[in-house]
């Protein structure tokens, strides 16, 4: 059975994160209603203002029919709901708990975009039956202009989209079936024509947001499971060296006590490891010398040089455990003058499951250190 290829594999996880995958709003999360508000917030931020240009294009084009009455009315109500939905803004932007208040907010938001479509609504119920086909055009204009900004702000929010576009579209249609002649009338059907398309487009672009917030919700959940896997992985790891020190201390102080020291030599890469024990009874720092069969011989008495030599050798090539007696010289001052200490080094070899030797392993024993340990022999009986 062939393993499958890395970049096939990679190339099918992107596919799978790139097309539309309906399994991720099988379970909808609260969260991503509070999202959509707050996407709503960013796409309407930059815009907020915009529509009062059009609007002053409008009184200007129909400034024969708009009175003094309708202009301020109209401006105060579109005033009115934009600074609605500017202190709305600023509250959900200051609302620490928002994602639990999404409700909340969907609604206040829906009120203020129903507010300033209201103001648009109007204007159109006004001018809707004008017979003169430049103004008829430049209401097309308005109207069209109004609702895609209405599509690309408040899309991924389906209530206040709706809120806004119905207030600015339902005057408008209903006056034309009311005073309308033709040229109306075919304005109108172009108008239901746009408004389907801005609504299709509107449920398109809600269901593109959604599975996207639903994708960055799984997406940090997913971090925060690696990043909650890391740290327990790092605090078993320190666990774990922390205990291991303990018992390398432990095992130190054990060594100490019973005035042995041990070595490991692993023959694949040539290593040849001494516990900081074997370096004090050999008189030697691991900072100053390496642990080294070279090492060892230096410090062993002339005499008995060969012995520890041929020790290595035949271990490492008989594998039998092994043993050898020799001489180690004292630091000055220890024990008085300069004078030769006797240890023991032993021997074994550790096989793999081919009986093929890796590693070679053993202890050092000082066995004057050994003779010291030995209880006094007793005095024997006075004689009467």
Known sequence: MSLPDSNTSHTALVARLAEDDDSLLENPSPLIDAMLIERLFQYSWPTRY???VVLFAGFAAFRQEVDWIEAVGITLLYTLGT??????????????????RWQYWAQRFTIGSSVTGAAWGIFFWLHASTQDYAQQAVLCVMWSGLALSNSNTRSPHLPAFYA???MLALPLFARVLIDGGTPQYVMGLFGIVLAITFCIRAHSTHRQERVSLALRLRNAELVADIDRARAEATAAHVAAEQALAARAQSYATAERLAGFGSWEWTLEDDHLMWSDNMFRMLNLSPSAAPAAV???????HFADRQLVTQFFTTLRRDGRPAEVEFRVGDQEGQYGPRTWRKMR???????DSTGRIVALCGTLRDLREDASRQPPEKAPPAVS
């Open 294 to 300: 070279d090492v060892l011989v230096d410090s062993t």
């Open 50 to 52: 915009l529509p009062y």
């Open 83 to 100: 600074w609605w939905l500017d202190h709305q803004r600023y509250g959900f932007a200051e609302d620490t708990n928002r994602q639990q």
């Open 164 to 166: 806004f576009f119905l």
């Open 345 to 351: 080094l032993m021997g074994i070899a550790r096989r």
